[in-house]
């Protein structure tokens, strides 16, 4: 039997559901992170938007594909995602972090944007089984980080794990004008975050002490799947690498990173200010 590869690991800024549809800086590194890397056994997402009070892991053979948002076109609501599941990887991946408690779900929940929305970008054959991993509401962000590290001997095993957020994500404070330049204070705190994951990841921990951290990350749903990348690259001894970066509407970052491989180069062309539904609150379409 083939050894499978060790596998990369990342954290992708996701921004509006709209970029499932759009080819701009930020999608087409997305596309060209999958055309560079190996082809994973499978693909563990751990998205912003499955946010509960435990830590549950799909477990379908096929998950369904969750439209979880508002106010969009309907060519969103028509994007489709069939990837399959697999119970057996889910398992392999419960065994993995033991011991601990990870719930097995069966027919809950399933992909959601966060996932969706990337990945069809990064693998758009959508033959590759995906799992997500939900994020537990009730822990700090060290539990989360020390997750990310347990898994980390799934990357010997052809496992992708990939986190799907923003380092900045304040909705409440969109401004449409200004387009892909960010706040000052959004601006500070992506940087900020970029020097610890390039320096050293395991003190992004500290981070929450930050004074612009109450601006930046008024809600930590988006935040929290960059610690488990945090995580990972404390497991390797090694700091992660930032793709794609940069803010748009003044307070959302799009900044990746990237684990355990050269990423993706930016053509920047001036297009990625983000997409959203006219006429409905950004608080409230759920990005």
């Given at each position: 039997?083939?050894?499978?590869?060790?596998?990369?690991?990342?954290?992708?800024?996701?921004?509006?559901?709209?970029?499932?549809?759009?080819?701009?800086?930020?999608?087409?590194?997305?596309?060209?992170?999958?055309?560079?890397?190996?082809r994973?056994?499978?693909?563990?997402?751990?998205?912003?938007h499955?946010?509960?009070?435990?830590?549950?892991?799909?477990?379908?053979?096929?998950?369904?594909?969750?439209?979880?948002?508002?106010?969009?076109?309907?060519?969103?609501?028509?994007?489709?995602?069939?990837?399959?599941?697999?119970?057996?990887?889910?398992?392999?991946?419960?065994?993995?972090v033991?011991?601990?408690?990870?719930?097995?779900?069966?027919?809950?929940?399933g992909?959601?944007?966060?996932?969706?929305?990337?990945?069809?970008?990064?693998?758009?054959?959508?033959?590759?089984?995906?799992?997500?991993?939900?994020?537990?509401?009730?822990?700090?962000?060290?539990?989360?980080?020390?997750?990310?590290?347990?898994?980390?001997?799934?990357?010997?095993?052809?496992?992708?794990?990939?986190?799907?957020?923003?380092?900045?994500?304040?909705?409440?404070?969109?401004?449409?004008?200004?387009?892909?330049?960010?706040?000052?204070?959004?601006?500070?705190?992506?940087?900020?975050?970029?020097?610890?994951?390039?320096?050293?990841?395991?003190?992004?921990?500290?981070?929450?002490?930050h004074?612009?951290?109450?601006?930046?990350?008024?809600?930590?749903?988006?935040?929290?799947?960059?610690?488990?990348?945090?995580?990972?690259?404390?497991a390797?001894?090694?700091a992660?690498?930032?793709?794609?970066?940069?803010?748009?509407?003044?307070?959302l970052?799009?900044?990746?990173?990237?684990?355990?491989?050269?990423?993706?180069?930016?053509?920047?062309?001036?297009?990625?200010?983000?997409?959203?539904?006219?006429?409905?609150?950004?608080?409230?379409?759920?990005?």
């Amino acid at each position: 039997m083939t050894t499978p590869l060790r596998m990369p690991a990342a954290f992708i800024g996701h921004g509006s559901p709209m970029n499932a549809l759009e080819v701009n800086d930020f999608t087409r590194c997305w596309r060209e992170l999958g055309r560079m890397m190996p082809r994973p056994r499978a693909v563990l997402a751990i998205s912003a938007h499955w946010f509960i009070q435990s830590t549950a892991l799909t477990a379908m053979a096929q998950p369904r594909v969750t439209h979880d948002f508002y106010g969009f076109p309907p060519e969103l609501f028509d994007v489709r995602y069939p990837a399959p599941g697999s119970p057996e990887i889910a398992q392999e991946i419960a065994d993995v972090v033991r011991p601990g408690d990870i719930g097995l779900d069966h027919d809950s929940w399933g992909l959601d944007h966060g996932t969706w929305s990337v990945l069809v970008h990064v693998f758009p054959a959508t033959d590759i089984p995906v799992l997500q991993l939900s994020i537990h509401a009730g822990a700090p962000l060290a539990y989360h980080m020390e997750l990310g590290a347990r898994r980390a001997p799934l990357r010997e095993r052809g496992v992708f794990i990939i986190g799907s957020g923003n380092v900045v994500h304040n909705l409440r404070r969109v401004n449409w004008s200004y387009g892909n330049r960010g706040f000052d204070w959004g601006v500070r705190f992506d940087a900020h975050v970029r020097s610890i994951m390039t320096s050293d990841p395991a003190a992004l921990a500290a981070v929450e002490k930050h004074p612009d951290y109450p601006l930046a990350v008024p809600t930590n749903e988006h935040f929290l799947p960059l610690a488990y990348l945090a995580g990972l690259c404390t497991a390797a001894g090694e700091a992660a690498q930032p793709f794609a970066a940069g803010c748009t509407l003044g307070s959302l970052s799009m900044t990746s990173y990237l684990l355990g491989m050269q990423p993706p180069v930016a053509r920047t062309s001036g297009d990625e200010a983000q997409l959203l539904p006219a006429g409905v609150p950004p608080e409230q379409t759920n990005i």
